[in-house]
């Protein structure tokens, strides 16, 4: 299992939404050990959710929590798409959760606008809203799941090149490069 270690410089380079985003797709089981489900009770779901959801909203209702637990893997089906079609069809039915949300524009001040969900729940239009946002700023793409299968956490790639592969390089990369390296030195005919 992986340390996620999110201190340091990274993490001063990763926006508040993509955090937020990152955060809610982290709330799915995955890993090796398996870790739990973060939307299956309110109390723990409340933490998750709290950047999509204004002070004061009231408590979601278990149906909420259902719709919003599609919507993670309607999300994490974008993020791990099998091949083009799969992508295609993810984000249809990514655009079925967003075709509910309202939204208006708010002006808190003279050089500021914003875009808020305008009725109904707030916290999916507000997770459809700062997807939107991450993807209309270009940092979208930046969202990715570790290529360790066995852990498969969401990190946001802070990387020029945008190519890192792993969550944590020292536990995930190291791992799969190990396990590589053995599968290469057991195979017959192979150099030793």
């Not at 939404?17 to 109390?43: C, G, K, M, W």
């Not at 919507?71 to 791990?80: E, F, Q, S």
């Not at 852990?151 to 396990?179: I, L, P």
Request: proline share 8%; with cysteine; hydrophobic share 35%.
């Amino acid at each position: 299992m992986t340390n996620h270690d999110t201190s340091g410089e990274a993490v001063r380079r990763v926006p508040a939404d993509a955090a937020a985003i990152v955060d809610f797709l982290n709330s799915r089981p995955h890993a090796t050990p398996t870790l739990p489900d973060t939307l299956a009770s309110q109390e723990e779901a409340a933490r998750v959710l709290r950047p999509f959801s204004p002070d004061g909203e009231p408590m979601l209702s278990d149906d909420d929590l259902r719709g919003l637990r599609t919507l993670r893997t309607d999300l994490m089906a974008v993020v791990t798409p099998a091949d083009p079609a799969a992508e295609r069809t993810a984000w249809e039915r990514v655009s079925q959760h967003s075709a509910g949300a309202t939204f208006r524009y708010a002006f808190p001040g003279s050089a500021e606008v914003r875009v808020e969900p305008a009725a109904g729940p707030t916290v999916p239009g507000s997770i459809i809203r700062s997807v939107a946002e991450l993807i209309a700023s270009g940092n979208w793409s930046r969202i990715k799941a570790c290529a360790n299968a066995a852990c498969a956490h969401v990190f946001y790639d802070t990387t020029r090149s945008r190519t890192q592969r792993w969550d944590s390089y020292e536990v995930c990369g190291n791992r799969v490069n190990v396990a590589a390296y053995r599968t290469r030195r057991t195979r017959p005919g192979q150099p030793a």
